[in-house]
């Protein structure tokens, strides 16, 4: 019953998105209907993704097909196993909300880009990433992620007349590439061991794999992958190619696509090496997580690119959510498997929260964008009141991604704090202390996410209007606030019904760690979530919710009590004396200016102050032109020099590429030659 | 059900009771260390009774953050005062929250604030703004390490339990070189987190140096009560924090009046004692510059680092 | 029944080498120069208490002498030359250093674990009640000898040295119960004597490059 289900199930989502591929291109209708079609198709694929999600999440047992192909060691093998499934949920969430958002959204395009062209590729990509969830042959993966890369940079490049979006297009498709070559070394590893591409291989080796070989597997997956996900320093090119991509299409880049990446090393960590690994490994994740979510913040903070800023953050989540991970796997090679457990469920918690209030943010950038056609930050403020629902629905995102209490960002920190709180039940003094200094590094991760949002949100919602862009804003169209509002509302729900959340994920984590905790999670009857001993801790964010609500309508009652009914009265705000003008108000790069001097060692600030003085005086400027940059790092010292050594190298070869038609008909013949001695 | 409810209301009373007290009672200790006469104690009450008669006047430049604001963050602050034990070590609510919870409980107070620094369009609430940014993110560390540090001594994170642990002197391990270095973690801690000397200063308005001030510079009205109300609170959730994690001694473990008793009475002597010291650390001390506050709250940090150190290494 | 049973006087022991550490991250984050000595004062007192301590729990007497020793000379007679410059040559605060205060402070923290980390295999070999303050001791020579390399006037990297000097003595207390006494007031004598001639040191310094940083040495090359 229910493998016929899912069988319909698959076989329906895989119909919508390809309908929605072929159907825009193929019919002639005006660029309306087009849309409307496009992204009808895409949302209903979500929609069915959604039920297939659930489904698979539910079912008692992995569910497996397969079809042969002619090709050597291909076969078109897809398997839904309870991980899978959840990330099959995040994405055909996200991808729900962001076809909707993409029907009003996308008119935005009328002119500029070809729309039919537009709604297929954003189908296919949607398809390609489902497949990379569900494919179960190594090769056949491979081709889907491929795929999936594929189509994603051709959304990149959607604007591709203007210079920077080609730049990053490239940056993005290059990038993409070196990480997938190391991926591929990764399957190799496994495939030499085996002879065979197949994932139930590669799970169940005849003979294990020889240490050595397992470490490089390790880290190449974690290379390949990383890049995908974007982790410090492999993280250079995302904040290029997801403000270059149409909004709705960086939601989806940022808010999922990296997630595959995540699911990828799920999959080779706890499935393929099926947990058996060396401390260490589970360390270097967690070093790699801490670093990245700390610079990313950072690096974040310093942009006034909204979407650049967003691009940052997804760093910082993946980094957030490798603590995660990272924290499960340590305590997953010193036996502690409910720990172990813990640390993967609240990785798995926060990948996809962070799937829903990152695409969310950059569907309520894309509205900011389709009303201001800016994304200069500096150019926003006071939209709260024109633009009252993006305005809402962009703070509700704002407060999950700052993890403020009752929302969904808050309860899977709160747990992957727990999980590195939990370290003083590991036997090894290195781990005993790093764990907590990791915790440290998150807390300081978290306030400066609070302290990003609190400047992203004030300064392009609230007070003034800072340019004739923001003044003259307007409320985006309905199906851009219905995407929107579906987000925030699946935030919102995820934050309040953990208890819900926890058993579902803790099917899909039971497998790896070979315990069951969701009984120990969810206590008091569901009221509360505490990570494996109420003693040791417990939150109740429904209880929190209450809480919060009833503290402040005490607030207005004692308001009330002691005052009255008082009627507000309006004046301007004091500015001594001056009326303000939005020249007076503190602007974004104003605002963290503090943030910039005091970690000025990894910033390394360069400041550039040139004033013009009247001639009368020297004590008069007439004009001063204030510049700062922050130092790119990781390009500087780490790229740059890769690519000095390419371009150099490619120079030196374009000798043997004269351009004469003798000397490549020479060439011809010669490798001919060479060849036919070989062949002798 | 309804001794819990008794417990949360009695909880909340003594909580919104004594806040203002505490912020009378250190200005009076400064006051009488600068040899004035200083107000009394009870001051506060009387301003925040006026205060709330006052009509508000509201900016026009503001949205509806700037009026939702004080009520956010009276209700997160008085959440977080109910996650923590005040006179009774078991209490009701502590299973809503850990300690984590409570920190981010703040913290949501703070993101409000700081957007309603931004909200009214002034140099002054931005500059309020960007300056709390600063101040509580390199707080957030060392709140979390010296707490971490607590939690390892009571082995739990759960409020509750640490100080019922801690009151029958049950599991602790009784080192005391972590306890003293979290304890000295969380004092510098909680002097930042309010807004204290010497990293602001509560009774200036001077551009160059408010913080706090800065960001509430537009309120008045129903709304400065609120926020100055939520604020004292803040102030007392921390000292109970403080009083009642590193020293729960004579708090109630059961719920016979007579322990209750003694445990209220405890409590405010606690407290008082606590505000008394803050005044005192405020007349030594001058306020810092912003750019020396990291050197203040590093050295925070590296107590809260030790505490846990000293922890696994001395009996490790 | 003994008034202080060996578990609760190792803790002490413990409490002391703690408050040891905590001054020296007083030193490291203090930027005035008379702060610094007198915290180095303060240390001293608290290695004098702990040192007792040690004498009273263990019954050798020689470590008696040897926390009066520290006292009268590391608690006030180098201080108060140490002063005596500082006053004289009208230098207070540090404005400038190699490495900035936070990051000097997390420097420390690292040394700190590097120094638990290096004498976890030796401290269960060890048997007396002070065996984990050999950790501690190394701690604050390491620390000792970072404020030498992190500061640049001439005067904080004496109290650097001082800080060093004090591990050592700690240390020394914890490993093995203090040195011989003629060893131990050897050590005295010639701390004294460091002290006074990098007083008088400094003077010059301050003489020929009229400033006390002694980065200012690098011109003497040429």
Redesign the interface.
């Known amino acids: 019953m229910v493998n016929d289900l899912t069988f319909t199930l698959v076989w329906g989502l895989f119909g919508w998105y390809g309908a929605g591929v072929v159907l825009p291109l193929g019919c002639r209708a005006d660029s309306r209907r087009q849309n409307l079609l496009a992204h009808g198709c895409a949302a209903f694929g979500g929609m069915v993704g959604i039920v297939l999600g659930v489904v698979g999440l539910l079912a008692s047992e992995p569910w497996a097909a397969r079809s042969p192909s002619t090709i050597p060691l291909l076969t078109f093998a897809i398997r839904l196993d309870p991980l899978a499934a959840f990330f099959v949920l995040t994405i055909s969430l996200a991808g729900l909300a962001a076809s909707i958002y993409a029907i009003g959204y996308v008119r935005h395009f009328d002119g500029r880009a070809s729309i039919p062209l537009l709604g297929s590729l954003f189908n296919g990509f949607l398809c390609s990433m489902t497949l990379v969830i569900l494919a179960d042959n190594g090769f056949f993966f491979l081709i889907v992620w491929e795929l999936m890369s594929l189509l994603s940079y051709f959304l990149v490049v959607t604007e591709h007349e203007q210079a920077e979006v080609r730049y990053a297009g490239l940056f993005y498709l290059i990038m993409t590439h070196v990480g997938t070559a190391f991926i591929i070394v990764a399957f190799l590893i496994f495939f030499q061991g085996v002879g065979s591409f197949s994932f139930d291989t590669f799970r169940h080796p005849e003979q294990p794999l020889p240490e050595g070989m397992k470490t490089i597997a390790f880290l190449t997956a974690l290379i390949g992958f990383g890049t995908k996900a974007g982790i410090v320093p492999l993280h250079v090119w995302l904040p290029y190619a997801h403000p270059a991509a149409p909004s709705h299409v960086s939601a989806l880049m940022s808010g999922v696509m990296i997630k595959t990446a995540i699911y990828g090393l799920v999959r080779v960590y706890f499935d393929f090496l099926g947990g058996q690994f060396p401390w260490w490994w589970g360390f270097v994740v967690l070093l790699v997580g801490a670093v990245s979510a700390l610079l990313g913040v950072m690096y974040a903070l310093m942009e006034h690119d909204l979407k650049s800023l967003l691009a940052y953050h997804s760093v910082e989540n993946i980094g957030i959510i490798l603590l995660g991970i990272g924290a499960g796997m340590i305590f997953q090679s010193f036996g502690l498997k409910e720990f172990a457990a813990l640390g993967l469920l609240a990785g798995l918690y926060h990948t996809i929260n962070h799937a829903m209030f990152k695409a969310l943010l950059f569907l309520g950038a894309g509205s900011l964008l389709y009303a201001t056609h800016t994304r200069n930050m500096e150019e926003y403020g006071?939209l709260?009141?024109r633009m009252p629902w993006t305005?809402l629905f962009f703070?509700i995102g704002a407060?999950s991604i700052?993890?403020?209490?009752p929302t969904n960002g808050?309860v899977s920190?709160?747990l992957v704090?727990?999980s590195l709180?939990l370290s003083?039940q590991i036997p090894d003094?290195?781990m005993?202390?790093m764990l907590?200094?990791a915790?440290?590094?998150?807390?300081?991760t978290?306030?400066?996410a609070?302290?990003c949002?609190?400047?992203a949100?004030?300064?392009a919602?609230?007070?003034?209007p800072r340019s004739s862009h923001a003044r003259h804003a307007e409320e985006v169209p309905m199906p851009m606030r219905l995407g929107m509002g579906l987000l925030a509302s699946v935030c919102l729900l995820l934050g309040l019904l953990p208890m819900v959340v926890v058993p579902l994920l803790d099917r899909v984590v039971g497998p790896f760690a070979q315990i069951s905790i969701a009984d120990q999670v969810v206590a008091?009857d569901g009221?509360?979530l505490a990570p494996v001993d109420?003693?040791?801790?417990?939150?109740?964010p429904p209880?929190?919710a209450a809480?919060?609500?009833?503290?402040?309508l005490?607030?207005?009652c004692?308001?009330v009590a002691?005052?009255?009914h008082?009627?507000?009265?309006?004046?301007?705000?004091?500015?001594c004396g001056i009326n303000?003008s939005p020249r007076?108000?503190?602007t974004a790069t104003?605002?963290?200016?503090?943030?910039k001097?005091?970690f000025s060692?990894i910033y390394r600030p360069t400041v550039k102050l040139e004033t013009e003085f009247l001639e009368e005086s020297r004590y008069f400027a007439k004009r001063r032109r204030f510049e700062f940059h922050i130092e790119p790092v990781f390009q500087k010292y780490l790229y740059d020099p890769v690519v000095m050594f390419f371009s150099t190298t490619a120079d030196r070869l374009r000798v043997i590429q004269a351009g004469s038609l003798h000397l490549y008909l020479a060439y011809i013949f010669v490798t001919l030659i060479v060849l036919l001695l070989f062949a002798v | 059900m309804v001794k819990v409810l008794v417990l949360i209301v009695m909880q909340t009373v003594i909580l919104l009771g004594v806040a203002p007290f505490i912020v009378g009672l250190i200005r009076k200790v400064k006051a009488r260390l600068q040899c004035r006469r200083g107000a009394s104690v009870f001051q506060p009450y009387a301003d925040l009774v006026k205060l709330f008669r006052k009509q508000p006047v509201v900016s026009t430049t503001t949205s509806w953050i700037f009026t939702a604001t004080p009520y956010i963050l009276f209700a997160s602050t008085l959440l977080a005062g109910l996650l923590v034990p005040v006179f009774v070590s078991t209490i009701p609510l502590s299973f809503a929250g850990n300690i984590i919870a409570l920190v981010y409980l703040l913290g949501l107070g703070t993101f409000f604030l700081m957007l309603a620094g931004l909200d009214a369009g002034s140099a002054f609430g931005g500059m309020g703004s960007s300056r709390e940014a600063i101040v509580a993110s390199l707080t957030e560390p060392a709140m979390i390490l010296s707490i971490f540090a607590i939690a390892l001594t009571a082995g739990s994170t759960n409020l509750s339990t640490i100080v019922h642990k801690t009151a029958l002197l049950e599991g602790i391990v009784s080192d005391p070189s972590p306890h003293l270095m979290a304890f000295a973690a969380l004092v510098i801690v909680a002097l930042a987190e309010t807004g204290r000397v010497p990293v602001d200063n509560p009774a200036t308005h001077l551009e160059l140096t408010m913080i706090h001030e800065a960001m509430i510079l537009e309120y008045s009205g129903r709304y400065l009560a609120l926020v100055e109300w939520a604020a004292g609170l803040k102030l007392l959730v921390f000292l109970t924090l403080i009083a009642n994690v590193s020293a729960p001694w004579g708090i109630a473990t059961s719920l016979e009046p007579a322990a209750l008793g003694i445990g209220l009475a405890a409590y405010l002597a606690k407290v008082s004692g606590l505000a008394v010291l803050i005044g005192i650390l405020e007349s030594m001390f001058a306020k810092l510059r912003l750019f020396r506050v990291p050197e203040l709250l590093g050295v925070a940090f590296i107590l809260a680092l030790l505490g846990v150190i000293f922890f696994y290494v001395l009996r490790g | 029944m003994p008034l202080i049973t060996p578990l609760i006087g190792s803790q002490l022991v413990d409490l002391g080498s703690a408050l040891l550490l905590l001054t020296c991250f007083g030193i490291v984050a203090q930027r005035r120069l008379s702060a610094c000595v007198d915290l180095f004062a303060v240390q001293s007192v608290f290695l004098a208490l702990t040192a007792t301590l040690v004498a009273f729990l263990t019954g050798i007497h020689h470590i008696y002498i040897a926390a009066a020793l520290t006292v009268i000379i590391k608690a006030i007679v180098i201080p108060r030359i140490l002063k005596r410059v500082i006053e004289r040559l009208n230098v207070t605060r540090e404005l400038v250093m190699n490495v900035n205060v936070p990051s000097g402070l997390l420097i420390c923290g690292g040394l700190v674990m590097l120094a638990f980390f290096i004498t976890q295999p030796i401290i269960p070999l060890g048997f007396l009640l002070t065996r984990d303050s050999l950790a501690i001791a190394l701690a604050i020579m390491l620390i000792g000898f970072f404020t030498m390399i992190a500061r640049k006037k001439a005067v904080t990297q004496v109290i650097g040295f001082l800080v060093m000097e004090n591990g050592l003595f700690l240390g020394a207390s914890a490993a093995a119960y203090g040195m011989p006494l003629i060893v131990e007031l050897g050590v005295f004598f010639d701390v004294l004597v460091g002290a006074i001639i990098i007083g008088i040191y400094t003077h010059r310094l301050h003489d020929a490059f009229d400033s006390v940083d002694t980065s200012k040495l690098t011109i003497l090359k040429e």
């Open positions: 006071g709260l009141r305005g703070l407060a700052s993890a403020l209490p808050f920190e709160w704090f727990q709180f003083f003094l290195l005993k202390l907590p200094i915790g440290a590094m998150l807390a300081l978290g306030v400066l609070l302290a949002f609190a400047k949100f004030g300064i919602f609230l007070a003034l008091l009221w509360a109420v003693q040791f801790a417990s939150i109740s209880i929190l809480m919060l609500i009833v503290g402040a005490l607030g207005l004692l308001a002691f005052g009255g008082l009627v507000k009265r309006y004046g301007k705000t004091w500015g303000l007076t108000e503190y104003g605002f963290v200016q503090p943030i001097q005091v060692t």
